[in-house]
């Protein structure tokens, strides 16, 4: 609504967060339909929540899992630019085609195209497991 894109939206949410008073923060929340994550795919807390949802980190999966994005682990601008480019976001489909040994890289095909992955940041971004391709919401399992 603001015009700023997602690797932005935390440059002024911070200061929001402490300085707007709640009843503003309240309608604007109304105002963006009650969103459950923030753009980094992060949920966005209810005061009854306890705990949020435990997910793998994408390095976590084999050859041939399929995964949707849930977050981003990180809210660094110029990670998140660089997981945009790969078009690793929230709501993306993955699959995973190779995982080299020893903490190499990670092969994940990402709207069609593969894309090759460091173990650092294959780290940094978290994934709800799918069956099959094309699935949504299936198959949500906690790490340990």
Not at 19 to 45: K, M, N, Q, S, Y
Not at 53 to 73: C, F, K, N, Q, R
Not at 75 to 92: A, N, Q, R, S
Not at 118 to 130: C, K, L, P, S, W
Request: aromatic share 6%.
């Amino acid at each position: 609504m603001l015009g700023y894109a997602w690797n932005e939206a935390d440059k002024f949410a911070v200061g929001f967060e402490h300085e707007l008073p709640d009843e503003v923060l309240e309608r604007l929340f109304v105002a963006l339909h009650r969103p459950a994550t923030c753009p980094h795919g992060f949920p966005i807390p209810q005061i009854d929540d306890a705990e949020l949802p435990a997910t793998p980190d994408l390095y976590a999966l084999e050859p041939g899992e399929v995964a949707e994005v849930a977050l981003s682990g990180s809210t660094d601008p110029e990670l998140v630019t660089f997981l945009g480019t790969l078009g690793l976001m929230p709501g993306v489909e993955v699959v995973v085609v190779e995982k080299h040994p020893f903490d190499g890289p990670l092969v994940v095909t990402v709207g069609g195209q593969d894309r090759t992955l460091g173990e650092r940041v294959a780290r940094q971004i978290y994934v709800n497991r799918r069956d099959h391709p094309g699935e949504r919401g299936s198959n949500q399992r906690k790490h340990a």
